[in-house]
């Protein structure tokens, strides 16, 4: 972004008039002013965006919806508007290129693109991913949202408003699902297609006896985020309960990582810190069927990205690996602040019960999830399916769904 020297700016306010300074900081952007008719402001281009996204048939291709590549094999960034104009009818913007080319622009294409800061942020927080919204706890109550099995499959609507919520506050519970295995299978395909992975698509979580994968034991699970071995871990995970068990346990704790992440930036900077920046061994050693399995991943457990915003947490007491890959000095803090990670983490958890034909869906790139130890006999069982999707895949579906009801130009 460019910044104009406070010094200079001073020294000009004082020698030209505020029409001339305005001009002289537009020509230093090189931004093209568009008035749009109706609109209280107008719209603002930077002239080599408007070049690069020209939309005539030499550097534009409508059956793929995207741009030709030969301008860039000998872009020249210097080009210029030489002369721009406006039919007001047909409601176009027309431009003459310093470099010979013409183009022209629809307005509601541009109104869409348009770099005011306040168009920008609703493309961002709107359309290309809905903006989060972290809970404490005792929060649960008041964004927890049911949706019924049936509809989801039936309604666009309703899948519409799943995905959101899911995409808001990261869980949702579908409730009378039938008590049949491929449930999730049939949930996931109207999304688009389950995430496989080592432990296939579908996956049974019960007692099993000598098991390899912590959670295939009745004993208390703590709260963590699946799969953090994986580079690209599952995004949203789906668990369809079969069975309850009858015993006072086998209760579902759920706690949203990111308000977690909150109350350490504000409140524990330091410690804050050390869980984004030290790296750690995440790992996963076993055998699923004929499938033999070492996987590993190093990240951070708290992970941003370059605007400081989360996008990943990584936490599972059993999956983090003996091997710890930093300097010595890094080892005792990130011990002390992981500490007060997980008490954080236990302390806003909320719990509940799920019964037979419910499907906790939950964003396992925010929330952690775990559940208490419940009595595993002959007579007294608990079987969960699992299953994920990718949000890659999740969103995409979102915006095909709200494109149906409110067409973009491309």
Not at 144 to 160: I, T
Not at 217 to 240: C, I, N, Q, R, S
Not at 366 to 377: A, C, P, S
Not at 384 to 404: C, H, K, P, T
Request: aromatic fraction near 10%; include cysteine; charged fraction near 25%.
């Amino acid at each position: 972004m460019f910044q104009a020297d406070p010094q200079l700016s001073r020294t000009l306010g004082r020698l030209q008039p505020k029409a001339e300074l305005d001009q002289l900081r537009q020509d230093q952007l090189r931004m093209v002013i568009v008035e749009s008719p109706g609109q209280l402001q107008d719209m603002q281009f930077p002239d080599i965006w408007l070049r690069d996204n020209c939309r005539c048939g030499e550097c534009y291709l409508p059956q793929t919806l995207s741009r030709l590549p030969q301008l860039w094999n000998n872009l020249d960034t210097s080009v210029r508007v030489q002369r721009q104009s406006v039919d007001v009818d047909q409601q176009v913007l027309y431009i003459q290129w310093s470099d010979g080319h013409a183009s022209q622009y629809p307005f509601a294409w541009l109104r869409e693109r348009d770099f005011a800061p306040a168009n920008r942020a609703r493309y961002l927080s709107d359309f290309y991913r809905p903006a989060p919204r972290h809970w404490s706890g005792l929060e649960f109550g008041h964004i927890r949202r049911e949706f019924q099995y049936q509809e989801l499959l039936a309604s666009d609507e309703q899948l519409l408003q799943w995905l959101h919520q899911l995409a808001v506050y990261g869980v949702a519970l579908v409730k009378q699902a039938p008590l049949e295995f491929d449930v999730l299978r049939r949930l996931c395909n109207r999304v688009g297609f389950m995430r496989r992975t080592t432990y296939g698509d579908e996956f049974s979580v019960r007692a099993q006896p000598g098991a390899s994968n912590y959670a295939y034991l009745a004993a208390p699970l703590p709260l963590h985020t699946d799969m953090p071995y994986f580079e690209y871990k599952p995004g949203v995970t789906l668990l369809h309960t079969l069975e309850q068990s009858d015993s006072p346990g086998g209760v579902n704790l759920l706690t949203d990582a990111h308000h977690v992440a909150d109350l350490m930036r504000e409140r524990y900077p330091a410690q804050f810190r050390v869980l984004c920046q030290t790296p750690v061994d995440w790992a996963d050693i076993g055998r699923d069927g004929e499938l033999e399995f070492h996987n590993i991943w190093r990240a951070p457990v708290i992970n941003l990205d370059a605007e400081g915003r989360y996008v990943r947490i990584n936490h599972s007491i059993p999956q983090r690996d003996s091997h710890f890959s930093v300097p010595l000095e890094q080892v005792r803090p990130w011990y002390e602040a992981m500490a007060l990670f997980v008490r954080l983490a236990n302390e806003q958890a909320c719990s509940f019960k799920t019964t037979p034909g419910d499907v906790l869906t939950f964003n396992n790139l925010r929330l952690v999830h775990g559940r208490t130890g419940y009595d595993d006999t002959d007579r007294n069982v608990r079987h969960i399916v699992g299953a994920f999707l990718d949000w890659d895949i999740v969103y995409s579906r979102l915006r095909v769904l709200r494109n149906a009801t409110s067409k973009p130009t491309h």
